[in-house]
């Protein structure tokens, strides 16, 4: 099992003050890599009590099936495989209409992101994740707050 998957688990089990005393481990460098920290990521968003009801309640994720996209996205977003042929926005736009997603929604699947990033990975990968992920989740936000004909949609701000 690599190291990362390690870290991962101890997320997953103690939480990050189980961690304390831990150096962040190399940077992110492949697809392994990915997976450890999508795990570790939901895993801490399926806990939360913000996004834990909107993604076991309401998109009622299953983790096991998600995984594979979810790799092929960050993949692309970080090595530009071009494996991600989904649409993102059209998945957060049907999830939209079930549950208002609001500004609060967004910053907090963001500090969550970065949180495990940071407690996994260190180096120009994992800041480009995280980099990344601020731009993904702000254009998604913002398309969410119009229809296609500029019709202004009820997402609220904190």
């Known amino acids: 099992m690599p190291d990362v998957w390690l870290v991962a688990l101890t997320l997953m089990v103690k939480g990050p003050e189980g961690m304390s005393g831990t150096e962040p481990m190399h940077d992110i460098r492949d697809r392994d890599d990915i997976a450890a920290l999508i795990r570790a990521f939901y895993a801490r968003a399926f806990a939360d009590s913000v996004l834990g009801p909107i993604f076991i309640d309401i998109a009622r994720m299953d983790l096991d099936a998600h995984m594979p996209v979810m790799c092929d996205f960050w993949e692309t977003v970080l090595f530009q495989t071009g494996l991600y042929k989904g ?11 079930q549950v208002p997603l609001t500004a609060m929604h967004f910053q907090r699947w963001l500090d969550i992101w970065e949180a495990t990033v940071d407690d996994l990975f260190a180096g120009d990968r994992a800041i480009q994740a995280k980099v990344q992920a601020g731009r993904i989740a702000g254009s998604i936000r913002r398309r969410l707050e119009r229809t296609s004909d500029g019709e202004v949609l009820a997402i609220t701000s904190v």
Do not use: E, P, S
């Not at 649409?87 to 209409?97: D, E, K, Q, S």
């Open 87 to 97: 649409n993102a926005f059209n998945v957060h736009l049907g999830l939209h209409t």
